[in-house]
Structure formats: structure tokens, C-alpha cells
T-cell receptor
Framework: GESVGLHLPTLSVQEGDNSIINCAYSNSASDYFIWYKQESGKGPQFIIDIRSNMDKRQGQRVTVLLNKTVKHLSLQIAATQPGDSAVYFCAETPSGSARQLTFGSGTQLTVLP | EPEVTQTPSHQVTQMGQEVILHCVPISNHLYFYWYRQILGQKVEFLVSFYNNEISEKSEIFDDQFSVERPDGSNFTLKIRSTKLEDSAMYFC????????????FGNGTRLTVT
């Protein structure tokens, strides 16, 4: 039968290890990218953003890398903690779009004790 | 930290009924949005709103949908005649400017149409 819903990629890491979550985007006109974290029953929570004139940006325990050549975005989480367990979405938007975000399909991160 | 507030957290309605979902965006934000997420699917854009008018809307946002900012703090989404396929989480978001500023989302209203 027809598959309903998305089968999320999953990533399991040991507590304390680093996590890398990847995202491919398709719109060459996108110039602003955001990573969101979504815990069960909650809305997307902003983690970090990056503009297309940069290829790396660091926050607290998180780093976003942007490779415009291959349209690839990654989120690195250092010293992953149990509270980091969630679904992580990348979102993109082209300039002049009044911030109409296009979300990726998400990655389920599970932190193992 | 200021946050976007949505009410109710869960709304159950019968097919064909009208529903209004409520949002209080962050107070100094100027751009407002509605997104939805059908269970197990991606978050999808519905509409953006600035300066008391719609800036952009998606194909999902048909004539059954409308938005309103009735006062200086509330931002509502109305679905005129609900359908089963309108069942989803509806997220309100706001941001300070239209350029390179992240959207801040509320925790959503789960709409169940029976």
C-alpha cells in the first residue's frame, strides 16, 4: 500500500560524543538557512542560522557548515547531551521571499546514555 | 525570553465547522506567519502577514483560510469550513524583519477534524 508520512533518517549517538546532521537543499536561489530542533509536542525551536555569504558559523556547542557548491548544509553538535534528543530540521529561504521557509524532512537524533 | 503563544493547544471540531486558531506573536515582531504540519510530515508554509496584509501565501491557503490581526497583539487563523484533511498541527511564527532573521515558532495548536 501507499506509504503515509515520512520515514525520518535517524541518528543515534552516545552521550558526550559529537553529532553531525546533514541536509541537502535544492533551491539555488536560497540565501538564508536555519536549523530548528523540534521536541515531541512542541514547535520548531531556533538553533542557529547562516547566510549564503558565509560557509561556517558557530554557536554554543553547535556549528553550521554551508557548502553552496553541492547545496549541502550540516549541523554539528559538540558533546551531545540527552536533552539534544529531538527531530532536527533544516530550513531554507530565498531572498525577497518574506521568509517563506521551506523545511527539510528532518532527522531524528537519539542520544544514548 | 519572549515567546510566541498559541491557544488552544488542542482543538477538536466536526467537519464543516469553522475554527479560529489564536496566536500572540512576540511583541516587537512585525512579520507573522502560519505553518502547518500534518502528522509525520514536513512543516509547510501557509501564509505570511506584514503591515496588516498578506505578503505571501501557499497553494494550501485557499479561500477557506483567512488571517486577521484584530488588535495590536493577536494574530488569528480562521478555517471557514473544516475538512478532514485540515487535521494537523498549526504553528504560528513571528520575526522582527523580513531579512535574515529567524522565525520564532509557538508550540502549535493540534487541530483534529472528525
Amino acid at each position: 500500500g501507499e506509504s503515509v508520512g515520512l520515514h525520518l533518517p535517524t541518528l543515534s549517538v552516545q552521550e558526550g560524543d559529537n553529532s553531525i546532521i546533514n541536509c541537502a537543499y535544492s533551491n539555488s536561489a536560497s540565501d538564508y538557512f536555519i536549523w530548528y530542533k523540534q521536541e515531541s509536542g512542541k514547535g520548531p525551536q531556533f538553533i542557529i542560522d547562516i547566510r549564503s555569504n558565509m560557509d561556517k558559523r558557530q554557536g554554543q556547542r553547535v556549528t553550521v557548515l554551508l557548502n553552496k557548491t553541492v547545496k549541502h548544509l550540516s549541523l554539528q553538535i559538540a558533546a551531545t547531551q540527552p536533552g539534544d534528543s529531538a527531530v532536527y530540521f533544516c530550513a531554507e529561504t530565498p531572498s525577497g521571499s518574506a521568509r517563506q521557509l521551506t523545511f527539510g524532512s528532518g532527522t531524528q537524533l537519539t542520544v544514548l546514555p | 525570553e519572549p515567546e510566541v503563544t498559541q491557544t488552544p493547544s488542542h482543538q477538536v471540531t466536526q467537519m464543516g465547522q469553522e475554527v479560529i486558531l489564536h496566536c500572540v506573536p512576540i511583541s516587537n515582531h512585525l512579520y507573522f506567519y502560519w505553518y502547518r504540519q500534518i502528522l509525520g510530515q514536513k512543516v509547510e508554509f501557509l501564509v505570511s502577514f506584514y503591515n496588516n496584509e498578506i505578503s505571501e501565501k501557499s497553494e494550501i491557503f485557499d479561500d477557506q483560510f483567512s488571517v486577521e490581526r484584530p488588535d495590536g497583539s493577536n494574530f488569528t487563523l480562521k478555517i471557514r469550513s473544516t475538512k478532514l484533511e485540515d487535521s494537523a498541527m498549526y504553528f504560528c511564527a513571528s520575526t522582527t524583519s523580513g531579512e535574515a532573521s529567524p522565525l520564532h515558532f509557538g508550540n502549535g495548536t493540534r487541530l483534529t477534524v472528525t
